[in-house]
């Protein structure tokens, strides 16, 4: 078989530095716009993105030959600096080391949008440290919980 067929989707999570609250409602109409750019540029597809000021939720369809470690540093290193670029009145921006990822199948992926689309009211009664943990249980992905937050 001379080419890949696959449809991969990934739900990615990931904070600010030290949960700092920096993405402002004016920054993130920017932002994950620009977001869906790095995406395209990489030949991938946003297909939902929402977040609060300390983090942001990405639903990707990503192709085959990308690993998820490349794909989060292109989305990371040039939103960041993008954004310091952009605003340096902020001082400086920067995106926590790590991430969540969590592989999503095809039929969850409008149960996944819906909840990314959600994250304002869903974050009402939970905060990002919580819902982290939540998604890591959730997806089975085992943890040191004093390592998480470190």
Known sequence: MPSAYTQNFYHTVFSTKRRAML?????????????????RDLRCTLLAINGMPDHVHL????????SHSDMLRQIKGRSSKWINETWPQHGHFAWQEGYGGF???????PEVEAYISR??????????KTEFLELLRRHGIEFDEKEVFE
Do not use: C, N, W
């Not at 999503?104 to 992926?109: D, L, N």
């Not at 994250?119 to 990002?128: G, L, W």
């Open 23 to 39: 993405i402002s409602p004016d920054l993130g109409e920017r932002l994950y716009p620009f977001m869906g750019g790095i995406l």
């Open 59 to 66: 639903l990707i369809r990503y192709r085959a030959d990308l």
């Open 103 to 109: 592989t999503v199948s095809k039929s969850a992926v």
């Open 119 to 128: 994250q304002k009211e869903h974050h009402k009664h939970m905060d990002f």
